[in-house]
């Protein structure tokens, strides 16, 4: 009897489970395997198809062109984990103070999370603009002289205005939110004993918070990373185009996918490079889960 209840418990478990299952097979699996037998082919856009083997990732490997979008990639991806993370780290500190008004701040800061990151982009290219944006209209009022720097098309100031649009995007505020969960969840015993011990504000920082919340940092950058391989198309393409304006700095794997797909439409040298960002996404994360076992710290 006991062996019938367990084997019911687990078909009953498994029953549950087939949806999932099946959104599983049928939008992640099968997509990612189609992919890789494209990759394989000279697919092109109008649908005409021949097996060409390794031939898209001998090219692949033999260009310059991506090996450039290769570099953009994971300068992109670790500078913005970097700067969201301390960015979100630095606004839960300051919403976890008992300070009045902190909703209404906490909402003001995430609201622009909540916008599409295409009107975002369109945005803030209007308020970088060279001609009439708004940043060189400020200056301009404030110097007294005539500014006109483009901001997203010189190579001294694109990455400069890139990362400083990061900070307003959903990640970021996602990020602040989860820290500002963890940080009320850090016991106050720890703090009082620093106090005792006459520790620094600093020093209780590195010493206490950090390590408390270190689950919560591995977890936003782990989605940090993913969202910065994954969603950086949706950023860059109204900033700086699909060639990654200026001379390519910023034209990271995404973009360079959507340019041979859908300009060059060589979609089967296209889905060489999604394997190509698949393997990235892939390493990223198990760099990360392997630093983890050094810097992060569980109570258990």
Same mark, same amino acid.
């Given at each position: 009897?006991?062996?019938?209840? /367990?084997?019911?418990?687990?078909?009953?478990?498994?029953?549950?489970?087939?949806?999932?299952?099946?959104?599983?097979?049928c939008?992640?699996l099968?997509?990612?395997?189609? $992919?890789?037998? %494209?990759?394989l082919?000279?697919?092109?856009?109008?649908?005409?198809?021949?097996? @060409?083997?390794?031939q898209n990732?001998?090219? &692949?490997? /033999?260009?310059?062109? +991506?090996?450039n979008s %290769?570099? #953009?990639?994971l300068?992109?991806?670790?500078? &913005? @984990?970097?700067?969201?993370?301390?960015?979100?780290?630095?606004m839960a500190?300051l919403?976890?103070?008992?300070?009045?008004l902190?909703?209404?701040?906490?909402f003001?800061?995430?609201?622009?999370?909540?916008i599409?990151?295409?009107?975002?982009?369109?945005?803030?290219?209007?308020?970088?603009g060279?001609?009439?944006?708004?940043?060189?209209? $400020?200056?301009s009022?404030i110097?007294g002289?005539?500014?006109? #720097?483009?901001?997203? =098309?010189?190579?001294?100031? %694109? =990455?400069?205005? %890139?990362? +400083?649009?990061?900070?307003?995007?959903y990640?970021?505020?996602? &990020? $602040?939110?989860?820290?500002?969960?963890?940080?009320s969840?850090? *016991?106050?015993?720890l =703090?009082?004993?620093?106090?005792?011990?006459g520790?620094?504000?600093?020093?209780? +920082?590195?010493?206490?918070t950090i390590?408390?919340?270190?689950?919560l #940092?591995?977890?936003?950058? #782990?989605?940090?990373c993913?969202?910065?391989?994954?969603?950086?198309?949706?950023?860059?393409? *109204?900033?700086?185009?699909?060639s990654?304006? *200026?001379?390519?700095m910023?034209?990271?794997l995404?973009?360079?996918?959507?340019?041979e797909?859908?300009?060059?439409?060589?979609?089967g040298?296209a889905?060489?490079l999604?394997?190509?960002?698949?393997?990235?996404?892939?390493?990223?994360?198990?760099?990360?889960?392997?630093?983890?076992k050094?810097?992060?710290?569980y109570e258990?």
């Amino acid at each position: 009897m006991t062996n019938k209840r /367990h084997l019911k418990n687990n078909f009953t478990a498994y029953l549950f489970l087939i949806p999932w299952f099946i959104g599983f097979i049928c939008f992640t699996l099968f997509p990612v395997l189609f $992919m890789f037998g %494209v990759s394989l082919t000279n697919r092109k856009l109008n649908g005409i198809s021949e097996f @060409v083997g390794l031939q898209n990732y001998k090219n &692949m490997f /033999h260009s310059g062109i +991506f090996w450039n979008s %290769v570099k #953009v990639t994971l300068i992109f991806t670790i500078i &913005m @984990v970097i700067v969201t993370t301390i960015w979100a780290v630095i606004m839960a500190l300051l919403l976890n103070r008992r300070q009045k008004l902190n909703g209404i701040f906490q909402f003001c800061y995430f609201l622009p999370s909540v916008i599409p990151t295409v009107a975002l982009a369109y945005a803030f290219r209007t308020i970088f603009g060279k001609e009439a944006g708004l940043l060189n209209t $400020m200056l301009s009022a404030i110097t007294g002289k005539n500014v006109l #720097v483009n901001w997203l =098309y010189q190579d001294s100031t %694109v =990455y400069m205005a %890139v990362f +400083f649009i990061t900070l307003f995007t959903y990640n970021t505020g996602q &990020m $602040m939110l989860i820290f500002r969960s963890g940080l009320s969840d850090v *016991p106050l015993e720890l =703090y009082e004993a620093c106090d005792l011990d006459g520790a620094s504000a600093i020093r209780k +920082f590195f010493s206490v918070t950090i390590p408390m919340i270190s689950p919560l #940092v591995l977890f936003n950058a #782990v989605n940090g990373c993913i969202s910065a391989l994954n969603g950086s198309f949706a950023l860059l393409y *109204p900033l700086t185009g699909e060639s990654g304006d *200026p001379n390519n700095m910023t034209q990271v794997l995404s973009l360079l996918i959507y340019k041979e797909a859908f300009s060059n439409m060589k979609v089967g040298y296209a889905c060489a490079l999604s394997v190509a960002l698949f393997v990235i996404a892939a390493f990223f994360g198990i760099a990360l889960f392997g630093l983890s076992k050094k810097f992060v710290y569980y109570e258990n």
